[in-house]
C-alpha cells in the first residue's frame, strides 16, 4: 500500500498509472539478469519499484537486503519517510516488521528485522558500515550524489556483499547529473541500454519522448507541447499521457 505523505495518489500500488515501472521491476528476479540500472529523472518512480521489492521480499521471499545511499542522513531518511509509512500502511506486513517505536533491538532506524531476513540501510559516507553485512539483495540509491573513498568506489563495495550469492539481485539508481562525471551513466552504458519508446497518436512512429521535441511559441509558454518528429502532429496532454502509458522499452 502507497501511504499519504508519501505520493499523492495513495492506496494500493498500480503499475498502470507508471507502466513503464513494470519490466524494470521484472528484471530485478529474472535469472538472466543480476544487475539492474534505473538511469531515470526525478519523481518518476525509481524508489517506489525497489521499496516494491523490498515488501516481495518481506512478505513472499525472505532474505536480507542492504540499502546504500549517499549519506547516513539520507539513509535515515528513507526509513522513516518511505519504509515505516509502506510498512504501516500494508497490512501484509503485520507481525512481520515490528512498530519502530517498540522498545526491540532488531527494529531501529537503520535495521529492520524480519522472519528470514534483515533490511540494514547505511551511508556510502561511511565505508565501516559496509562491513560485516552480507545480502543477495543490494540496492544502491541515487548514486549520482556518492563520493569515492579511501577504501574504493562505493557501488562496488556494496555490490561485494553479494558476493556470495550466486543469484544475488543488484540494483542501481539515479538521476543522471553531469555528462562524463556521472556514475549512473556509466553504469547504463554497461547494460543493453532500454530507452522507452512511445508512439505519436497520430502517425503512430515511436520515438524517445525528450525535450528536444518539446516546441514553445514565441511569448506563449503554456502552450508549450510535444511536436511528433515524424509527421509534426501537435501531441495534447491527454495524448501525451496515453503515448506515455503506450510505451515499450527497446
Known amino acids: 500500500i502507497m501511504p499519504k505523505g508519501v505520493t499523492a495518489k495513495a492506496g494500493p500500488y498500480s503499475i498502470d498509472l507508471t507502466p513503464y515501472a513494470r519490466e524494470p521491476q521484472e528484471s530485478f528476479l529474472a535469472e538472466e539478469v543480476q544487475t539492474t540500472v534505473l538511469c531515470?529523472?526525478?519523481?518518476?518512480?525509481?524508489?517506489?519499484?525497489?521499496?516494491?521489492?523490498?515488501?516481495?521480499?518481506?512478505?513472499?521471499?525472505?532474505?536480507?537486503?542492504?540499502?546504500?545511499?549517499?549519506?547516513?542522513?539520507?539513509?535515515?531518511?528513507?526509513?522513516?519517510?518511505?519504509?515505516?509509512?509502506?510498512a504501516k500502511a500494508s497490512p501484509c506486513f503485520r507481525g512481520k516488521v515490528r512498530d519502530p517505536k517498540s522498545r526491540d533491538s532488531d527494529n531501529t532506524i537503520l535495521s529492520k528485522a524480519f522472519p528470514g531476513g534483515r533490511i540494514a540501510a547505511i551511508g556510502a559516507n561511511s565505508p565501516s558500515g559496509f562491513r560485516q553485512i552480507q545480502a543477495p539483495r543490494v540496492i544502491c540509491e541515487e548514486v549520482d550524489a556518492m563520493e569515492a573513498g579511501?577504501?574504493?568506489?562505493?557501488?562496488?563495495l556494496a555490490f561485494k556483499r553479494a558476493d556470495n550469492y550466486a543469484d544475488s539481485v543488484q540494483i542501481v539508481s539515479s538521476t543522471p547529473t553531469i555528462t562524463g562525471r556521472s556514475r549512473i551513466w556509466s553504469w547504463l552504458e554497461r547494460s543493453d541500454f532500454r530507452k522507452w519508446?512511445?508512439?505519436?497518436?497520430?502517425?503512430?512512429?515511436?520515438?524517445?519522448?525528450?525535450?528536444q521535441h518539446v516546441k514553445r511559441p514565441e511569448g506563449e509558454p503554456r502552450a508549450a507541447a510535444l511536436v511528433c518528429e515524424k509527421?509534426?502532429?501537435?501531441?495534447?496532454?491527454?495524448?501525451?499521457?496515453d503515448s506515455v502509458s503506450a510505451g515499450e522499452w527497446r
Not at 47 to 57: A, C, K, P, R, S
Not at 197 to 211: N, T
Not at 231 to 239: I, S, V
Request: with cysteine; charged share 25%; hydrophobic share 30%.
Open 197 to 211: 519508446y512511445c508512439p505519436c497518436p497520430a502517425c503512430g512512429e515511436r520515438q524517445v519522448w525528450s525535450w
Open 40 to 86: 531515470w529523472a526525478s519523481r518518476t518512480g525509481k524508489t517506489e519499484t525497489e521499496m516494491n521489492l523490498t515488501g516481495y521480499t518481506i512478505d513472499h521471499d525472505p532474505c536480507h537486503i542492504l540499502w546504500v545511499y549517499p549519506t547516513l542522513d539520507s539513509a535515515k531518511k528513507w526509513s522513516k519517510e518511505f519504509f515505516n509509512p509502506m
Open 150 to 156: 579511501p577504501e574504493g568506489d562505493p557501488v562496488m
Open 231 to 241: 509527421c509534426g502532429h501537435t501531441l495534447t496532454d491527454r495524448e501525451r499521457v
